[in-house]
Protein backbone atom coordinates (compact mmCIF):
# COMPACT_ATOMS: atom_id res chain seq x y z
CA UNK A 1 0.00 0.00 0.00
CA UNK A 2 1.17 3.41 -1.59
CA UNK A 3 1.95 6.35 1.85
CA UNK A 4 0.66 9.62 0.81
CA UNK A 5 0.96 12.10 3.56
CA UNK A 6 -0.86 15.64 3.26
CA UNK A 7 0.06 18.71 5.22
CA UNK A 8 -0.44 22.58 5.53
CA UNK A 9 -4.38 22.54 6.57
CA UNK A 10 -5.71 24.54 8.60
CA UNK A 11 -7.89 27.64 9.52
CA UNK A 12 -7.89 30.83 7.53
CA UNK A 13 -10.26 33.49 7.25
CA UNK A 14 -12.07 34.31 4.11
CA UNK A 15 -9.79 35.89 1.57
CA UNK A 16 -6.63 33.88 3.15
CA UNK A 17 -4.12 31.11 1.43
CA UNK A 18 -2.73 28.11 2.24
CA UNK A 19 -0.40 25.78 1.05
CA UNK A 20 -1.42 21.78 1.41
CA UNK A 21 2.06 19.76 0.67
CA UNK A 22 1.20 15.92 -0.08
CA UNK A 23 4.35 13.60 0.18
CA UNK A 24 4.35 10.69 -1.86
CA UNK A 25 5.72 7.21 -1.57
CA UNK A 26 8.92 7.35 -4.25
CA UNK A 27 7.89 3.61 -4.62
CA UNK A 28 4.74 4.23 -6.53
CA UNK A 29 4.92 5.30 -10.27
CA UNK A 30 2.32 8.09 -10.05
CA UNK A 31 0.56 9.11 -13.82
CA UNK A 32 -1.81 11.54 -12.23
CA UNK A 33 -1.03 12.95 -8.62
CA UNK A 34 -4.33 15.38 -7.25
CA UNK A 35 -6.09 16.83 -4.82
CA UNK A 36 -9.84 15.96 -3.82
CA UNK A 37 -12.11 17.56 -1.05
CA UNK A 38 -14.80 15.96 0.82
CA UNK A 39 -17.45 18.65 2.86
CA UNK A 40 -19.12 17.25 5.64
CA UNK A 41 -22.49 16.06 4.49
CA UNK A 42 -20.95 15.77 0.58
CA UNK A 43 -19.21 13.85 -1.56
CA UNK A 44 -15.75 13.61 -2.16
CA UNK A 45 -15.33 15.89 -5.32
CA UNK A 46 -12.38 16.59 -7.63
CA UNK A 47 -10.52 19.61 -7.08
CA UNK A 48 -7.13 19.72 -9.41
CA UNK A 49 -4.20 17.19 -10.51
CA UNK A 50 -1.38 17.09 -12.78
CA UNK A 51 0.15 14.67 -15.07
CA UNK A 52 3.53 13.49 -14.49
CA UNK A 53 4.12 15.02 -18.25
CA UNK A 54 2.71 18.29 -16.40
CA UNK A 55 -0.61 18.65 -17.70
CA UNK A 56 -2.93 20.28 -15.07
CA UNK A 57 -6.36 20.74 -14.71
CA UNK A 58 -8.94 21.98 -12.16
CA UNK A 59 -12.57 22.30 -11.09
CA UNK A 60 -14.73 25.00 -12.15
CA UNK A 61 -14.66 26.06 -9.05
CA UNK A 62 -11.10 26.53 -7.88
CA UNK A 63 -9.74 28.22 -11.34
CA UNK A 64 -7.98 31.09 -10.98
CA UNK A 65 -7.83 30.70 -7.52
CA UNK A 66 -5.94 27.47 -6.51
CA UNK A 67 -2.44 26.29 -8.22
CA UNK A 68 -1.44 22.82 -8.53
CA UNK A 69 2.38 21.47 -9.13
CA UNK A 70 5.04 19.07 -7.91
CA UNK A 71 8.63 18.65 -6.97
CA UNK A 72 9.76 15.70 -8.55
CA UNK A 73 12.91 15.57 -6.48
CA UNK A 74 11.20 15.71 -3.20
CA UNK A 75 8.35 14.08 -4.52
CA UNK A 76 5.94 15.94 -3.16
CA UNK A 77 2.63 17.51 -4.55
CA UNK A 78 1.59 21.05 -3.53
CA UNK A 79 -2.03 23.05 -3.78
CA UNK A 80 -1.65 26.90 -3.39
CA UNK A 81 -5.10 27.67 -2.18
CA UNK A 82 -5.68 31.74 -2.30
CA UNK A 83 -8.82 34.00 -1.98
CA UNK A 84 -10.28 31.16 -0.14
CA UNK A 85 -14.05 31.39 0.39
CA UNK A 86 -16.47 29.49 3.22
CA UNK A 87 -16.95 27.20 0.41
CA UNK A 88 -13.74 25.58 0.08
CA UNK A 89 -14.32 24.65 3.99
CA UNK A 90 -13.11 20.36 3.56
CA UNK A 91 -10.82 17.72 4.49
CA UNK A 92 -8.80 17.75 0.82
CA UNK A 93 -7.27 14.72 0.44
CA UNK A 94 -3.92 13.45 -2.28
CA UNK A 95 -4.48 11.05 -4.61
CA UNK A 96 -2.22 9.02 -6.86
CA UNK A 97 -3.35 6.99 -9.74
CA UNK A 98 -0.63 4.65 -11.37
CA UNK A 99 -0.27 3.49 -15.10
CA UNK A 100 -1.33 0.29 -15.99
CA UNK A 101 -2.38 -1.71 -13.94
CA UNK A 102 -4.22 1.61 -12.33
CA UNK A 103 -4.05 1.98 -8.84
CA UNK A 104 -5.58 4.54 -6.86
CA UNK A 105 -3.90 5.34 -3.76
CA UNK A 106 -5.25 8.03 -1.35
CA UNK A 107 -4.18 10.09 1.47
CA UNK A 108 -5.54 10.09 4.79
CA UNK A 109 -6.66 14.38 4.16
CA UNK A 110 -5.84 17.44 5.75
CA UNK A 111 -8.89 19.92 7.19
CA UNK A 112 -9.07 23.19 5.64
CA UNK A 113 -11.52 25.52 7.36
CA UNK A 114 -12.29 28.85 6.47
CA UNK A 115 -14.32 31.39 8.58
CA UNK A 116 -15.55 34.97 8.21
Known amino acids: QARLVESGGGSVQTGGSLRLSCEVD???????RGWYREAPGKERTFVSE???????KYADAVKGRFAISQDAATSTLYLQMNNLTFEDTAMYYC???????????WGHGTQVTVSS
Open 50 to 56: IEDAGTM
Open 95 to 105: RCQTYYPVNLY
Open 26 to 32: RSVNCRL
